[in-house]
């Protein structure tokens, strides 16, 4: 199966940019998926954003307009760019790769926004 390590979480201020990435252990072209979810203490995990092998991207109505997902097939990653951060997008965030009815996570990275 493919591997999936998560990389960029940290502490930044509200207000503040950070750049997340996922790299694949092998090709991502023939995935269907890749998308970040995040899950915060004491809730579900949540979708944040998805691009398709077209290159089509959806994205949750709390984080559209202010982060950006984006993929590289030649350097097998998956990008998140998160610009004008909150407190609430304190969470940790995993990365996904979705082939037909199966699903491989990354084990996340930690994103903490102060106030």
């Known amino acids: 199966q493919v591997q999936l390590v998560e990389s960029g979480g940290g502490l930044v201020q509200a207000g503040g940019s950070l750049r997340l990435s996922c790299a694949a252990s092998?090709?991502?072209?023939?995935?269907?998926?890749m998308s970040w979810y995040r899950q915060a203490p004491g809730k579900q995990r949540e979708l944040v954003a998805t691009v398709s092998s077209g290159g089509i991207t959806e994205y949750a109505d709390s984080v559209k307009g202010r982060f950006t997902i984006s993929r590289d097939n030649a350097k097998n990653t998956v990008n998140l760019q998160m610009n004008s951060l909150k407190p609430e997008d304190t969470a940790v965030y995993y990365c996904?790769?979705?082939?037909?009815?199966?699903?491989?996570w990354g084990q996340g990275t930690q994103v903490t926004v102060s106030s």
């Open positions: 092998r090709s991502i072209i023939s995935l269907d998926a």
């Open positions: 996904n790769a979705r082939l037909r009815l199966y699903d491989t």
